[in-house]
């Protein structure tokens, strides 16, 4: 059981270039969310998810595209890289309310590094 | 909105010294939930406790010790006998009722012990 799987582990990219940051867990969570982590900041909610289909905005959008076809995988793509955008970023998944034993899972998060 | 304040930056102990890291948070909401995450130098979030906000009762795990009050809007939380292996960055979270998939971070505090 892989629990949230984040890949890439480490990314350096030029600014204005495109990346896709990978997110797939195989728990049959519905509920999947992103978060960046700055210093000084914490982690702040990027995009989630409720279900395939289902997308909406957190605190810190801009800059940033989801989508979720599958249960399973939840992309996050940067349309064009800015150095502001250079920060640890954190896939989160967990069962909607209500089921016993609810918890979160996270990835080991993705370090991102824009030039 | 909803807002979680973790006023200490970074606390220094010494090892044996108990800590109390602090955790105020604001919401409207009559129902919601309260985490602890740990954050080690080898950057993954661990998870410490979830405490549902009809549950005022403080809770004890090891040298681990939450304390909640609603009254105050505080959810503290206690070390005792601190080792050098606690050293780490320490986040409150918190959600509300409808799903973990909006979590509301602290900025975190960078706990130090030194032997």
């Known amino acids: 059981n892989a629990g949230v799987t984040q890949t890439p582990k480490f990314q350096v990219l030029k600014t204005g270039q495109s990346m896709t940051l990978q997110c797939a867990q195989d728990m049959n969570h519905e509920y999947m969310s992103w978060y960046r982590q700055d210093p000084g900041m914490g982690l702040r909610l990027i995009h989630y998810?409720?279900?395939?289909?289902?997308?909406d905005q957190g605190e810190v959008p801009n800059g940033y595209n989801v989508s979720r076809s599958t249960t399973e995988d939840f992309p996050l793509r940067l349309l064009s890289a800015a150095p502001s955008q250079t920060s640890v970023y954190f896939c989160?998944?967990?069962?909607?309310?209500?089921?016993?034993?609810?918890?979160?899972?996270f990835g080991e998060g993705s370090w991102l590094t824009v030039v | 909105a909803q807002k979680v304040t973790q006023a200490q930056t970074e606390i220094s102990v010494v090892e044996k010294e108990d800590v109390t890291l602090d955790c105020v948070y604001e919401t409207r909401d009559t129902t919601y939930y309260l985490f602890w995450y740990k954050q080690p130098p080898s950057g993954e979030l661990v998870f410490l406790i979830r405490?549902?906000?009809?549950?005022?009762q403080n809770e004890i795990s090891g040298r681990y010790s939450w304390n909640f009050q609603k009254s105050t809007s505080s959810f503290n939380f206690t070390i005792t006998a601190s080792q050098v292996v606690d050293s780490a960055v320490y986040f409150c979270a918190l959600s509300p009722a409808t799903g973990f998939q909006k979590l509301v971070f602290g900025t975190g505090t960078r706990l130090l012990v030194s032997p």
């Open positions: 989160a998944s967990t069962r909607s309310m209500g089921a016993p034993g609810n918890t979160i899972y």
């Open positions: 405490r549902n906000s009809f549950d005022e």
């Open positions: 998810s409720v279900g395939a289909g289902i997308t």
